[in-house]
Each structure stands twice: as C-alpha cells, then as structure tokens.
C-alpha cells in the first residue's frame, strides 16, 4: 500500500524559467535511466524476492524514486514557465509545448515516450542486484552530465541531493548483493576451472593457459 505525503521529499525551486532545461531534464523523469524506470524496476523485481529484508529494500527504493519522480517533474514544471513556445526549445522535445500545454511528460528529452522495455526483471536476484547497481551508477552519470549545463543554483541543489541518493542507493544494492553473492546464478555457474581463466585475445601469454602452444604466435579474432 502507498500513501501520498504532500511534502517533498526534497524542497525544489528554481531562479528562473528555462524551457530548453526543462527540455534536458525530461530525461531523469521519462528516460532509461530515469527515476519512473528505477520505481518500475525496483518494484517489478520485488514481487518473486523471497528474502523480507531484501523485498523491502527495493520496495523501500522504489518508493522514494517515486518521490524523486515528483521532484523532477516538480522542477521541469518551474522550468517551462508559464507560456507555450516551441521557440524557447532550441533542441530536445516540443511535446510539452504543442501537446502537453507544458505539463511534465513521461517521456525523454527527445520526446520519445517512456516505455516498459527499460525495466529489467529476471527473477534472480544476484542478477537483478547487478543490474540495480549499474541503473543507479548510469542515472549518476546523466544527473552529473545535467548538473554541468546549468547555472541555476536551486536547480543545481536539487541535482546535488538527487546524485547523493543514488550513491546511497548505490551502496544499499552492493551490500544486499554482497549478503547474497553465493546464491541463484551465482551458486549455479561459474564454479569450474574455466571461470577462473583468463585469455588474452592479442597474444598467449602465461595467464591464458595457452603458454604451451610453440612455435608462431596464436591470434584470435
């Protein structure tokens, strides 16, 4: 069960409206990296977790991406003002302008829409761990891309706080993956000698396991 608190979970404000940032930022509400991608997600990967702590965990995350969602969008909404004008969108998506009388969209910052092909979901959970933690280190890196192109300082804290909660979430994934590491696909693969070998694909060398090949160098492609 959810509940809506009308208070953010991060008070959000802008210095002053900015269509064409408003246009970017679109891609951390709609986009596959976005916070409505990480909620689906996480919440999609809770339903078969059949460890308590662990399902509340993601469940736990997964609603505070959906506070994150509201922040974006809160934000984006600020940003486009109060008159529509594709003009204002020099690049990116003019959907808000021409369709959503500048309402936030669920869409990325080229307009395409979201989609729940972003969610990855496959019942084992060092795998879906993994995946967690790459999502949360790819959104890192798009909210660090977005903190460089404004100078809008209220805009820039509330980009600080968001980059801060995915290291947390960040960290939360790594140490559940690290409770859970030797389990699912973990237990079931990777266990002979061929996990622990290396190939060097430019020349054999000693750690290939191929060192014994005489004669004119090997070279696979």
């Not at 506070?67 to 204002?88: C, P, R």
């Not at 829409?113 to 890192?140: F, H, M, P």
């Amino acid at each position: 069960m959810f509940k809506h608190e009308k208070q953010l979970f991060h008070p959000v404000q802008v210095e002053k409206a900015n269509p064409q940032y408003a246009a970017l930022l679109q891609e951390q509400l709609g986009g596959a990296n976005g916070e409505l991608k990480a909620a689906m997600q996480y919440m999609s990967q809770s339903f078969r977790i059949k460890n308590p702590e662990i399902k509340d965990l993601f469940l736990d995350i997964a609603a505070e991406e959906l506070g994150h969602m509201e922040m974006v969008a809160t934000a984006i909404n600020m940003l486009n003002g109060h008159d529509v004008d594709y003009k204002a969108t020099g690049s990116g998506e003019i959907e808000t302008h021409v369709l959503l009388g500048l309402n936030p969209g669920l869409m990325n910052a080229s307009g395409y829409s979201w989609t729940a092909d972003y969610v990855t979901v496959t019942g084992d959970l060092c795998a879906d761990l993994l995946s967690n933690i790459a999502s949360e280190q790819r959104a890192k890196v798009v909210y660090e891309y977005l903190y460089r192109q404004i100078e809008d300082k209220k805009v820039r804290e509330m980009i600080d706080f968001l980059l801060n909660r995915e290291e947390a979430h960040n960290a939360m994934f790594r140490e559940a993956f690290n409770k859970v590491q030797k389990t699912g696909s973990n237990r079931d693969f990777g266990t002979n000698r061929a996990a622990a070998m290396y190939f060097s694909m430019s020349e054999p060398s000693p750690s290939s396991d191929l060192s014994h090949i005489k004669g004119k160098p090997v070279r696979f492609s």
